[in-house]
């Protein structure tokens, strides 16, 4: 009899526990499936990637909701097909304001250090609140993205799946963040030939490659590593007057740092057009011929950019060999449409 | 009956025992609890947010005149210094809770800086995103100016936003902005205490004189500082805070 009690009131005091539908946290660890020579990519010990995180990111990055009038998403100035980067030199924001800077492309972007051209982000994690609330970007409050996302019974359902809370000032950015971190690029003609594929780069590419690395041009000495960048900020000489926008000084407050831009990847350089952080130089042949002319002549501009005298073969060959970092598959991966 | 009488006098004693003993004897207590007022002021006047001050010869309309203000530190005359730990957003006219306890006695100096230490404003460890909504570093709710740059790691250390009269009709009409931050413009303030706290609860009040935090600005042709676009007027307007909070 006494076991029945207890029993009965087992019963009774489960029953009268609130049931919560929402609450269904799972958290299936990301698998990555990383390219030879490449390292994890940057995570916060606070926030692992899960296979739901994610999804949950991917959804976001493809959904205008995260911007002021339901125009944008993420995708809109990150295209797949352009290896996430935008083909015109400043996108337009809502109601087609412009900014001052180029859309970046995200390849590799989770062994990014410090985001944005001028490294004034820390950490991806936190990233997407620039161009979500930017005026001249998506324009929205991350109070209203917050609201909105939990008015979506679907949305809500996800971020309880992906975090076990409804969405968040946390949480989105760093749900975007766990979709940016996937999209890895490491499978070009020019990995295909270091691993000993000696039929993966053309000769002329070949010869553009020996050029790249070599000490006359050294454009390995800031395009280095596995992911062709040093991470440093380096004034190319791209202009005499930076106007509006002085890079990096604008973070540091430090008059050396004017004109200082992050240097970028080459992977999928190819499918980046325009360049430079303004988009001011329309192809890899302006790009090519100003630094064989040696930049500007910024009084600031680094000593590494200087004349190169190279012939209009050298410069081919070079443009060929940028053109085999393009990793076709990379922008191809349904994982990431 | 004596056996009875002596038994009620027992019981009688017992209550008037227990029920004593309930008592709070009064305690002088050797600590006090000490809060923190803010009063501002420009030039002299009450401020408010309504009025058109002059400043410098500039007819000016504050909409926001807020700050950060962290690393309180109340240096006895004898002993350790003791430490708060706890950030204020400053606001006008702001009186915050008891913020610390301090054994009564006479104290010499009161130290802290406006802006944010190093290791908060960084963002890679406990970014503004990761704390809860009434930590005074969390973000602002959007209907309020907000503290923090997203764009550039860290917080806006003092904001002010405003009108100015650029056309000499003497009414504002353009808008003049200061948000200052970086590390390199926290401002360290040492304010001489001078005081024996002896009161259970000590409230400190703080006065802010606006005007005196555009010394050597001309507000016609210098309204706007985001610190990078014109850093020289930040310099100027950061340099020009210890001058303009006192102890009242």
Request: net charge negative.
């Amino acid at each position: 009899m006494r076991i029945l009690s207890f029993i009965f009131l087992g019963i009774w005091l489960t029953a009268c526990q609130p049931e919560d539908p929402m609450s269904s946290l799972t958290e299936t660890s990301y698998a990555w499936q990383l390219p030879a020579g490449f390292p994890a990519p940057i995570e916060s010990p606070d926030h692992p990637t899960t296979v739901e995180r994610v999804a949950l990111g991917k959804r976001l990055f493809y959904d205008a909701i995260l911007s002021e009038d339901l125009s944008l998403s993420c995708a809109s100035c990150h295209l797949p097909e352009k290896a996430f980067a935008h083909d015109v030199p400043i996108s337009p924001g809502v109601h087609g304001r412009l900014g001052l800077r180029n859309s970046p492309t995200l390849t590799n972007v989770g062994y990014v250090p410090r985001l944005n051209k001028d490294g004034g982000v820390p950490k991806l994690d936190i990233q997407s609140l620039v161009p979500i609330s930017d005026v001249n970007e998506m324009n929205l409050t991350m109070d209203e993205a917050i609201a909105r996302l939990n008015a979506d019974a679907d949305y809500r359902s996800e971020f309880q799946r992906a975090y076990g809370t409804d969405a968040s000032l946390y949480n989105i950015p760093r749900a975007l963040a766990a979709f940016m971190r996937t999209l890895i690029s490491g499978g070009s003609p020019y990995d295909r030939f270091t691993q000993g594929d000696q039929t993966a780069l053309s000769p002329a590419a070949q010869r553009g490659m020996e050029l790249f690395f070599s000490e006359r041009l050294a454009c390995g000495s800031c395009h280095s590593g596995f992911n062709f960048s040093n991470e440093t900020f380096v004034n190319n000489g791209l202009h005499l007057d930076y106007g509006q926008d002085p890079g990096r000084q604008r973070v540091t407050i430090d008059s050396a740092d004017i004109g200082s831009f992050r240097v970028p990847t080459l992977r999928n350089v190819a499918l980046t057009a325009p360049y430079m952080h303004d988009g001011s130089l329309a192809d890899l042949e302006a790009v090519i011929a100003h630094y064989n002319q040696g930049g500007q002549g910024h009084p600031l501009q680094d000593e590494r950019v200087r004349p190169l005298g190279l012939n209009a073969a050298e410069q081919r060959d070079l443009i060929t060999f940028l053109e085999a970092l393009t990793d076709t598959a990379f922008v191809n991966n349904t994982n990431f449409r | 009956m004596w056996k009875q009488s002596m038994l009620l006098a027992l019981l009688g004693s017992a209550l008037l025992l227990t029920f004593s003993a309930c008592e709070d004897d009064p305690v002088d207590r050797k600590d006090s609890d000490v809060a923190l007022s803010f009063e501002y002021e420009v030039d002299g006047q009450d401020f408010n947010y309504e009025q058109v001050y002059d400043i410098n010869g500039v007819a000016t309309k504050f909409y926001a005149v807020q700050f950060y203000l962290g690393g309180m530190e109340f240096k006895p005359s004898s002993g350790d210094a003791v430490s708060v730990s706890d950030y204020l957003l400053v606001k006008p006219g702001m009186t915050t809770d008891a913020l610390v306890t301090l054994d009564k006695g006479d104290y010499d100096q009161l130290n802290f800086f406006i802006g944010v230490a190093p290791e908060d404003n960084d963002q890679t460890e406990n970014d503004f995103t990761s704390r809860p909504a009434d930590d005074p570093l969390a973000p602002q709710p959007s209907d309020q100016p907000q503290m923090h740059w997203n764009w550039n790691t860290g917080y806006i250390f003092f904001r002010i936003d405003g009108e100015v009269d650029t056309d000499g009709d003497g009414t504002p009409e353009t808008a003049m902005e200061y948000h200052v931050g970086t590390n390199n413009f926290r401002t360290d303030i040492s304010l001489n205490l001078s005081k024996e706290i002896r009161d259970d609860a000590t409230m400190l009040s703080i006065g802010l004189d606006v005007a005196k935090l555009f010394n050597g600005l001309d507000l016609a042709t210098e309204s706007i500082s985001h610190t990078g676009d014109f850093p020289q007027r930040a310099r100027t307007f950061a340099d020009n805070w210890p001058a303009a909070i006192s102890l009242k």
